[in-house]
Structures are given as structure tokens and as C-alpha cells.
């Protein structure tokens, strides 16, 4: 029998106000088991409240997460009921990352492949090294990509690179990737790590009031159908005017010094 770390694994660690989640199957470039999509879930939802700023990674230097572990679809997948029960338990993994109230970064090298690209799609910021790669195989698979994925892969790019990237099952080179605003930014791999840490230090160190209410209201304006709610995004937007981090804001503009925001 396979012992955890064989399996595959997912990880957390609090670094100060940040928490750094790990997709750890490094034999199998971190791709994700239905038990880890499980463990996910349920490590998003240990996230503490007082956290500033989330990043998901892939534990070594070939990938970010090489979709799902298919050597597994066999039995997890076989009957109608298995696929239902696999969508639920990875679906409620994607929910639950998107509508988390702090920031989230990706921090993605080497593959970011099927699932893999849905949970970087999942986070608000995605940050690639130079040498990272994205496809979505589905159809090499003949597996139908959810609509929730798609969804999601056309709020980032454009109906034509959606329509290209599911139909042809091509891999995208970073700086692709990057002029069809698959993701954010990209650096030199050997200096990803320290541009991420340096990037999710400025965000957690900002008023995370008003970075609640703007993550919420864009999640709302994103919408569809029922359409947006205008009045929560009211209230949050106030609630940052009203708070004790705006007198802390403009009082350490005035005093020139770097503001000591406590989330009040």
C-alpha cells in the first residue's frame, strides 16, 4: 500500500500574514487525485480568517499541476455516479479557492495542464516562470471540460484563445500565455520565487477592507445571472470609508510612513 507522501498530498504553511497551499505529487507532476481533490477543499477551508493573502503552488520545479491523475480514471470515473461524485469533490475544491475573501496568487512552473489550468483560473493573480506551459487536453481525452472551466477560461482570454486552446489541445508557451492574459506576469524561473514573495508581502502589508470589498464587487460584476448585488458592494465599499485602517491610510500618507493596517 501506497503511504501518503506516495499518493500524493496537499500542504499548508503560514508564512506571517500569507498562507502558501502546496499540491505535493511530485512523481506525477502533481497531478491531482480525487482524494487530494478532497484534501484540497477541505484545506481551503482551514484557511484562517486573520490570513492576507493566499498562494497555490506545486511542489518541485517541473509543474504547477499537471491536471488530474488520470491513471485513476478508471475507477473513480467508470460509472456515471463516480464522474458525478469526482466533479462534486474537485468542483467544490474550484469554488471554494474563487470565493475566498483574501487574494489569491498561482504561482506556476513548468506544467499547468487541464485541472491544472482551472485552478489557476481559480485564483485571482496567476504568476508564471518563463519556462511554464499550458494546454487543456480534454480533447486528446474525450473528456467533456466542465462549464464551470470554461467559464472561467473566458473570463481570461478571449472567445477565439478559448475556442483554440480547447479544440487543438496545443501547449502555450509563457509569453503566449501572457499576451492572451492567461496570466498576469512572467519571470526568469530562477527568480519567480522571490518576485511571488515580494509580490504577496506588498499585498498583505495593503488595507485588506478594501481589497475584500474590490475582490467581491469585480465577483459581482462578473456576473451573469441573477446579475450583480449592488447594495452588498455599497455596504463593503462604505464599510472601508467608515473604518479605522482609512484614518490609518491617510494619516500615514500625511506623516509619510507605511500605514499599520489591522483589518478595521
Not at 455596504?235 to 499599520?260: M, N, Q
Request: with cysteine; net charge neutral; glycine share 6%.
Amino acid at each position: 500500500m501506497l503511504d501518503r507522501d506516495e499518493r500524493g498530498r496537499v500542504r499548508v504553511e503560514q508564512k506571517g500574514p500569507v498562507s502558501w497551499i502546496t499540491i505535493d505529487n511530485v512523481a506525477k507532476r502533481n497531478a491531482v487525485s480525487l482524494a487530494m481533490w478532497r484534501e484540497l477543499d477541505a484545506t481551503i477551508q482551514s484557511i484562517e480568517a486573520g490570513t492576507r493573502c493566499v498562494v497555490l503552488q506545486g511542489a518541485g520545479e517541473q509543474a504547477f499541476v499537471a491536471g488530474a491523475d488520470i491513471s485513476e480514471f478508471s475507477r473513480s470515473r467508470r460509472a456515471p455516479a463516480d464522474v458525478a461524485e469526482y466533479d462534486a469533490a474537485a468542483g467544490s475544491a474550484f469554488r471554494r479557492l474563487q470565493e475566498l475573501p483574501q487574494p489569491t496568487v498561482a504561482l506556476i512552473r513548468g506544467h499547468c495542464i487541464g485541472g491544472g489550468v482551472a485552478l489557476a483560473l481559480s485564483c485571482d493573480i496567476r504568476l508564471a516562470s518563463d519556462d511554464s506551459r499550458f494546454a487543456i487536453p480534454a480533447a486528446r481525452l474525450g473528456l467533456g471540460y466542465s462549464v464551470d472551466g470554461i467559464k472561467k477560461l473566458l473570463d481570461a482570454v478571449s472567445v477565439p484563445v478559448a475556442m483554440d486552446m480547447l479544440v487543438s489541445a496545443r501547449p502555450y508557451s509563457a509569453p503566449e500565455a501572457l499576451a492572451v492574459g492567461l496570466v498576469n506576469r512572467v519571470y526568469p524561473a530562477d527568480q519567480l520565487a522571490s518576485e511571488v514573495d515580494d509580490y504577496v508581502t506588498a499585498v498583505a502589508a495593503n488595507a485588506p477592507l478594501t481589497i475584500r470589498a474590490a475582490k467581491r464587487t469585480i465577483s459581482e460584476l462578473s456576473k451573469q445571472s441573477p446579475g450583480p448585488d449592488r447594495e452588498l458592494c455599497e455596504r463593503l465599499i462604505a464599510e472601508c470609508s467608515a473604518s479605522a485602517d482609512y484614518l490609518e491610510g491617510t494619516r500615514s500618507f500625511v506623516e509619510k510612513r507605511r500605514p499599520d493596517f489591522l483589518g478595521r
